[in-house]
């Protein structure tokens, strides 16, 4: 037994001192500055070099990468609003990575739950949410002890997190299930479960499709005002619009087959619904509620980006942009970037101009102006390049 | 500067050695501690088991689902630049060009088995042939309602429409498909002799209760695939006068009056070629020729040419509309033309309106014109949110002064994703010149399986 307590003090202890050790590495030797403008820096999470690409938006040069570890699989990255700290969850690592912006260094590894994927901050900067979707929980990251200090339970394969915009709460998409997770931000708690809608009575006549493989809700998205939230049901066909003040859902829009998700336009007009079962994007008159435009779009829809009065819609697999036109709700063109590739996911900058888009099997992030709709690859900035962000975007979003 | 990094890195190469040092015994140091108070050890216990169980499961996981062995491996095309040397870089620099070459890479990526698995089963789906199943059943009456007695009155007519589909992948953009439709059993056009076809199942199609190569052809699409060239056997009308609310018989109406315009005149599929101009604008445009006669000898014999262009608009945000013209010339009888015209608006999301209007030039007389309009609701009744409904007239004025007039209704109860019932009620009335006016009403179900 006294060996067993030896063994464990010995445990506990080497996990403390590697801890101590690592921040004393970290503070006690200084680094060279190497972003001074987080602002203009994109950051590029490449899932097979395990790390963290930061791009300058002036030169489009790669400024440096902070490697996570192998075998790490990065999904998603953001930056905190202060623009100190970028964080990632490692989907094969389960763990949290947080990343000194200025210095390009890691500076923190914390275990959270099992195969983390998308994170959200609180609008403060206080928090760091990582869901882990086959770990069903989200941990919560206090930014200043830079420890989780709770893991909330109990939701089914939680994807994007959502804050309001006073930060009191967090609404988690569950692609397992059919309801909107509310967390009480004060409390770190899973505070209601929002049902978004039933699948019809004769769904029992279908087993395969309501038992099989569930597309539930996976992200939910705001609106400007941080009034209404909007969650598309990849099963049930709708998009479900939620009252943040009651959180209660308001109205159930019929769209399209297998919506993914629904993609805010800047001005707060309109949501761009992509529907993959049926290659369709809804459009969605958001002071109506109701789907102004159904129109024709491409396969396995990753994403939409606002820029120059127009959605580009990304079709992964067939390396187009879809454009729209948002004043007309037309389709107009689409842009092709690759033949043989396969595209991620995008941000906007800031002026609403530029795109920067990854694109995983090439290696390259993709600049399209908005306006011009032309485009500039920038090649080998890391390996599988899954997804871009810009501080302030107001497309950062991932799968 | 060298001499500087070379200090930097000697000071952190030092630093790190006494911070190994300390932490060792700092370790030792508590594990003395830990003997000494024995307390101590006791209150951590049950939190470091904890931790422990966790970790224990974390590893079990970890065995469990994922691919631990080696990293992995794949080709990719990626671009070098080379200079006359054949030295290459990764970026361009001066006196260089751009080529393109292949590279194997591997990279620490942990799979899970199942993302292994579903890797290999979608490749090899990739390079198979694709086959799908179009089966429906197709059941109506004939109810008499006005006129002499005919052949068709009180008769009840079942028609089974089996479609095969292979599809194949053959090069870049390049696909291969043919369509081999079985067609048994009886329908109430043969009875009813009426203008235009009351089942559209049988409709371009020739003999019957026996094996039917429906389209066999070879597409390939070009110029950043905004031109898609079809060649080979084919149904020209479904690349032109298509129609959101009127243009399938599978789910939608089920007379062919309001699923093709007559006056496109095709009256049988065959040999043929589709070129579509699609820049995913608001324009489209189609050029196509097609041999409508199994009889021909050569490919100048019956054969139809046509030209459309579609545009499509959003009026006050109500929702899409697709206008589209189209002009048809063919050398069956002469060299006769006609031209048509195929709209569908919606008014909102789930309703749409839809109408055709046709005139093609006869071989004597005056030219015959047909008309069609209707409307298609996509809010069920409640039994699933998918299912449609609609209500369509059609008008046929022939040059020779025969007249129908057809207003079908139906609703397409989604059962299941591959099974679909619907239910039709069609009321159609034929004069033929100098003859007595014949009302028939023709109720029918349909079953429509696709898998």
Known sequence: MKNVKLILNFLMMTLFMSMVTDAAIAGNVDKEIKIKNPESTVVIVNRDSNDISFMDIKTNEIIGSVFLGNNVNPHMAMMSPDGRWVVTGGTRSNKAYIIDVATLTLVKQIPVGFAPEHLAFSPDGRYYYQGSPDGDSVSVIDMASMKEIKRIRGFAEPLNITFTPDGTKAYVGNYGAHWVGVIDVTRHELLKKIHVGSAPGIASLDPERYLGEIKGISNVSISNDGRYLYAADGDLGIVSVIDSREDRVIKKIRVGSDPWRAYMSHDGRYAVVVNNGDETISIINLKKNEVVATLESGPEMMGVNFAAGKAFVISSTTGFLYVYDMEGLTASGRIKIGTNIQIETATTDTEEGKIYLASSTDHSVYIIDGETEKVTKISNVGLYPWGTHILGSKDNYCH | ?451
Not at chain 2, 44 to 65: D, G, I, M, P
Not at chain 2, 294 to 322: C, H, M, R, W
């Open chain 2, 1 to 451: 500067m060298v001499y500087m990094k070379v200090a930097i890195n000697y000071f952190d190469q030092i630093m790190k050695m006494s911070l190994a040092l300390l932490r060792h015994i700092l370790i030792s140091f508590v594990v003395a501690m830990g003997a000494l108070f024995p307390a101590y050890a006791q209150d951590n216990t049950e939190q470091l088991l904890l931790k422990v169980e966790s970790l224990e499961k974390r590893l079990s996981e970890l065995e469990t689902t994922a691919v631990l062995s080696d990293p992995e491996t794949r080709v990719k095309k990626v671009e070098v630049y080379v200079d006359d040397n054949g030295i290459e870089y990764p970026r361009e620099t001066a006196g260089t060009k751009k080529i393109v070459t292949y590279q194997r890479e591997r990279v620490y990526r942990r799979q899970t088995i199942n993302e292994k698995i579903e890797e290999a089963l979608d490749d090899a789906a990739d390079k198979s042939v694709r086959v799908g199943v179009d089966a429906a059943i197709i059941l109506q009456g004939v109810q008499q309602e006005s006129g002499n007695k005919q052949k068709a009155d009180r008769n009840v007519y079942q028609l089974a429409s089996t479609d095969l589909f292979f599809t194949a992948g053959l090069a870049q953009y390049t696909m291969f498909f043919a369509d081999i439709v079985a067609l048994s059993g009886t329908q109430p056009d043969a009875d009813i002799n009426g203008i235009t076809s009351i089942n559209g199942y049988s409709a371009r199609l020739i003999n019957q209760n026996d094996l039917n190569l429906r389209e066999a052809w070879l597409m390939t699409e070009l110029f950043n695939q905004q031109l898609s060239l079809t060649l080979g056997h084919l149904d020209l009308t479904n690349y032109f006068d298509l129609n959101a609310a009127a243009n399938d018989e599978t789910s939608q109406f089920l007379s062919d009056a309001l699923v093709n315009n007559p006056a496109l005149g095709l009256s049988e599929n065959g040999a043929g070629m589709a070129l579509v101009y699609d820049p995913k604008s608001s324009f489209v445009f189609r050029v196509g020729y097609q041999q409508s006669n199994s009889q021909a000898t050569n490919l100048s014999d019956s054969l139809f040419q046509l030209y459309e262009i579609g545009y499509k608009v959003n009026p006050f945000d109500t929702g899409e509309g697709n206008y589209r013209a189209w002009y048809r010339r063919d050398n069956t009888n002469g060299n006769l033309s006609a031209y048509g015209v195929s709209v569908d608006q919606k008014i909102i999301s789930s309703i749409t309106l839809f109408g055709r209007y046709g005139s093609a030039e006869a071989v004597t007389g005056p030219r015959d014109k047909y008309f069609s309009a209707g409307i298609q609701l996509s809010a069920g009744l409640g039994f699933n949110p998918e299912d449609t409904w609609g209500v369509g007239y059609s008008r046929s004025d022939l040059g020779s002064n025969d007249e129908e007039n057809l207003l079908e209704s139906y609703y397409n109860l989604r059962i299941a994703d591959k099974l679909q019932l619907s239910f039709h009620l069609t009321y159609i009335t034929e004069e033929v010149a100098g003859a007595e006016k014949v009302g028939y009403l023709v109720p029918g179900t349909r079953l429509q399986a696709s898998f």
